[in-house]
């Protein structure tokens, strides 16, 4: 079954997709694409994903939290601490399945947490709810 975000739905202009496996981008990149989201800005590395993150003007980040040079944990406590990117919607799709690491990234900054490997549909649905409760300022 494909997902369609409704047309009255706000849509993100500016994703990115900060992960260490190309084989993950492309993915990732497929589903948003048929999900009719916008191609992603693309990141292999934590400093590549913060860099990313400073100078564009992003509704969404999907990061993996294992990234080489700089983790996920760190990229966000940056953005967190800046002004600018603080109120940046940050969802984690990351490998780190265990009980408490969704725990984790929510306490350390992530706005949601989606472990791999993941549906487009499991996807879908977590982007629809982040963009609904972000419409109301009330996040997941």
């Not at 549909?121 to 996040?139: H, M, P, V, W, Y």
Request: net charge negative.
């Amino acid at each position: 079954m494909e997902m369609r975000p409704k047309e009255n739905e706000r849509q993100p202009k500016r994703i990115l997709l900060a992960d260490a496996n190309a084989d993950c981008r492309e993915l990732v990149s497929l589903y948003l694409e048929l999900l009719n989201y916008p191609a992603p800005i693309q990141a292999r590395d934590g400093e590549e994903a913060l860099s990313k993150a400073l100078t564009e003007n992003l509704d969404l980040i999907i990061m993996e939290v294992s990234l080489p040079k700089k983790d996920g944990f760190q990229v966000v406590a940056h953005l967190r601490a800046n002004p600018v990117t603080r109120n940046t919607l940050i969802l984690a799709a990351t490998a780190r399945a265990l009980p408490d690491d969704r725990e984790k990234c929510l306490a350390s900054g992530f706005d949601a947490y989606l472990a791999k490997p993941f549906t487009m549909r499991e996807l879908g649905n977590l982007l629809q709810t982040i963009f609904s409760c972000d419409a109301s300022q009330d996040r997941p």
